[in-house]
Structure formats: structure tokens, C-alpha cells
């Protein structure tokens, strides 16, 4: 059976690794210092920012020729399980981590905002890939925060560190973002596969047998974390994912209302509705007409338009 170790707090971290614990909250840890380690797969308590010295093609991170290769940078949230079982083999680690108690953040300004950084429920093979100079200023925010670590804990120790970790999480959105653009082929490939499942799910029985196509659906069907596949979404056609579901959901019932033979119930139905009402009011919204008026209004445009 697979060993699972829990980590709930820097100290249990730091047994793991021999390290010493200066704060009881967070930890900055430079792997390149640490001798060789047995690796088990991890249930993190923890928020976690691992940089990893691997270049690219040697780890399954799904990285393309053209991504960066001086560092990959990922992320793990409290409640993931991470890490790799080396099945008792020692390891050499490099690169440096951040971790921190949900604690050290709980009524900061980061603590309400940390759901905005999203690339902290992206999968690992959907990591961050730095150029020299990305990885360069990541390290000078962990030597920041590790300098403050260091310090005697006074009233200000709390804000500087955590200001300092929110500096570091703001060059990583910026950092994806870049990603993103230089991922422009890839994203494009994914937009198309989107739309074809968009395709398939109505022209199929999809919508009766499944219900409406959620964002976690559709993610999961092209192999991306839901946050991923909603940022990258947001990124290429500056829509939300599920904006961009309900556009096709409203575009496809505008071509079925035209079939006089199928009744608005039937056509809601069809297209994963639970509820007539529910339909009505998203058609509404989206078009200013309920699906009779619209029935209405375009019916005899579209006979002289046969």
C-alpha cells in the first residue's frame, strides 16, 4: 500500500527534512543544503511553494519546447496530497520551498484574497516555467522572507512576512499570465477541442443524461484542473468559462426554438435543464426575450429567410 504521511505544521515538515524550526508558522528551505531524503506522497495541511532545479523533460510536467527551463514552480494548497513515493530510494533534492500554516495569513489582507490565486489548485503538470530572470526574482522574495524569518519575532515580524509572501504570489500571477501568452498554440488547440466538446455534448444525449455542462465537467473531459482550464479560458476570449458555457447553451436553443414541432419544455430538456423556469430565465438574460417571444419575434424573419 502507497504510505501517505500527514503534514499538518512546520515542525512535522522540518522532521521530515532535519531541519531546525524558527518560526512556528512558516519556513523558507533550501533543498540544495539538505542531505539525501526518502520522498513519500503527502497530505499537505500546509500552503506550499516548491521551486524546482529541473529543466524540462525530466519530469512529466507536460512542458513544451518553447516553455522556459530555469525552474518550475509549484504550488500546493492545505487538503492536496503531494510529493512522489520513492519506494525507499534516497533522493538528492534542489530548489527551495515556501511553506506556511493557513494560521500565519488568518485576518490579513492575503488571507481574504488567497482564493484569488488560483494556481494553487492548478494540477502539477499545469506548473509555472521561469525564464533566468523570473527565477531570479523569486529566490530574491524567498531570501526577503527568510531574512525576516531570521530576525527576533517582534509586532511587525507578522505584516512584513506576509506582505513579503504576497509580493512573491503576485510575480507568480504575473508569471502565468506570461505563461499563458507563450502557451498561445497550446491554448488555442484547447479552445477548439472546448468547442467541439460543446459539439458533441449538444448533439448528443448528453444534456439529458448528464444535466448542463458544468466548468468542472468540461475541464475534466480535456485533462486541466478546473482553475486552470477557467483561467486559461478567461485569458484567450476574456469571458469566464461558465459565461462562455452559457453562450453556446443560449446560441444552440436560438437554433432549436426555430423547430415549431418541439416545445420550449422539450428543448430545455434537451439541452440539460432540469427545470423549464431555469431556461426561461437564463434565455432572458442573456437575450432580453423568453424563449416564446423570441419564438415570436424570429419565427417569420427566419421563414423569409429560408
Known amino acids: 500500500m502507497e504510505q501517505v504521511d500527514r503534514i499538518d505544521t512546520i515542525g512535522q515538515y522540518h522532521q521530515f527534512t532535519g531541519l531546525d524550526t524558527l518560526h512556528p508558522l512558516i519556513s523558507v528551505v533550501n533543498f540544495n543544503e539538505i542531505p539525501t531524503i526518502q520522498q513519500f506522497r503527502r497530505y499537505m495541511g500546509l500552503y506550499a511553494v516548491f521551486l524546482k532545479n529541473i529543466k524540462c523533460g525530466d519530469i512529466t510536467y507536460g512542458c513544451q519546447p518553447y516553455d522556459y527551463e530555469d525552474g518550475t514552480l509549484v504550488f500546493v494548497s492545505p487538503g492536496q496530497i503531494y510529493g512522489i513515493d520513492s519506494k525507499g530510494v534516497t533522493i538528492k533534492p ?33 506548473a509555472l516555467h521561469l525564464s533566468k530572470k523570473e527565477r531570479k526574482t523569486i529566490i530574491d ?4 522572507i527568510a531574512a525576516e524569518i531570521d530576525q527576533n519575532i517582534d509586532k511587525h515580524s507578522k505584516t512584513l512576512i506576509v506582505s513579503n509572501i504576497e509580493v512573491l504570489l503576485n510575480y507568480c ?42 466548468v468542472t465537467w468540461c475541464a475534466e473531459q480535456l485533462h486541466l484542473s478546473p482553475n486552470y482550464f477557467g483561467d486559461l479560458i478567461k485569458k484567450e476570449t476574456g469571458n469566464t468559462a461558465l459565461d462562455y458555457i452559457q453562450s453556446r447553451l443560449i446560441e444552440e436553443a ?7 414541432s418541439k416545445s420550449i419544455n422539450d428543448i430545455s430538456f434537451q439541452l440539460g435543464f432540469k427545470y423549464q423556469q431555469h431556461f426561461t ?15 415570436s419575434f424570429t419565427g417569420p424573419l427566419h421563414s423569409k429567410l429560408q
Open 94 to 126: 534542489s530548489g527551495y520551498g515556501l511553506l506556511f500554516h493557513p494560521d500565519l495569513i488568518a485576518g490579513t489582507s492575503l488571507g481574504r484574497n488567497i482564493k484569488d490565486y488560483t494556481f494553487f489548485l492548478y494540477e502539477v503538470n499545469e
Open 141 to 144: 522574495c524567498l531570501e526577503k
Open 173 to 214: 500571477m504575473r508569471f502565468y499570465d506570461r505563461q499563458f501568452i507563450t502557451r498561445s498554440n497550446v491554448n488555442k488547440d484547447i479552445l477548439v477541442r472546448f468547442e467541439n466538446l460543446m459539439n458533441d455534448y449538444f448533439h448528443s444525449a448528453k444534456g439529458q443524461d448528464l444535466g448542463l455542462p458544468s
Open 254 to 260: 436560438k437554433l432549436r426554438i426555430f423547430d415549431i
Open 281 to 295: 430565465r437564463l434565455f432572458k438574460q442573456k437575450t432580453g426575450m423568453t424563449p416564446n417571444e423570441y419564438r
